[in-house]
């Protein structure tokens, strides 16, 4: 879906594409891993998007993104919300919003290396944090022993 007037989109619908587009990809991610049962691919996935994994993301990205993607990033995440954060502080949800928006804007102008890249890189910052975690707390658990 290429979109000719990208400029007149403003930031909280190129969010909401990109909410889709996101959770797509971690679910691609999630049934090439191997994990079938629904309960499960649910609580896996939640661990990506919520909203502090979205903001973790960008902000581990954001020197890695061209001078137009920092701009739209700053632009989303600085846009006045009409809606509340259920589950984050609003400076977290703001910085999810603009995750959301870069991953819009890069799915509806059909840039698909870049958002390939931006799927890969942010799934697997997520998947890293997650590991080290089960790493940590399986070597806390051993150390009591």
């Known amino acids: 879906m290429k979109v000719e007037n990208i400029r ?3 930031t909280t619908a190129l969010a909401y594409m990109g909410d889709a587009v996101y959770e797509l990809a971690v679910r691609e991610e999630m049934m090439k891993q191997g994990y079938y049962d629904v ?4 609580h896996i996935a939640t ?4 909203a502090s994994a979205q903001a973790k993301i960008i902000k581990t990205i954001f020197d890695e993104l061209d001078e137009k ?3 739209l990033v700053k632009r989303a995440r600085n ?3 009409a809606t509340k954060a259920k589950n ?3 400076v977290t949800y703001k910085w999810a919003t603009a995750f959301e928006a870069l991953t819009g804007y890069l799915y509806l102008t059909e840039d698909e290396e870049r958002l390939s890249w931006l799927m890969d890189r942010a ?3 997520i998947k890293e944090e997650h590991t080290n975690g089960r790493k940590e707390t ?3 658990t051993e150390g009591q022993k």
Do not use: F, M, T, W
């Open 8 to 10: 007149e989109i403003n």
């Open 39 to 42: 309960n499960r691919l649910h």
């Open 47 to 50: 661990l990506y998007v919520r």
């Open 69 to 71: 993607e920092q701009a």
């Open 79 to 81: 846009r006045k919300s």
């Open 88 to 90: 984050a502080d609003p």
């Open 123 to 125: 799934i697997g910052i």
């Open 138 to 140: 399986k070597e806390k």
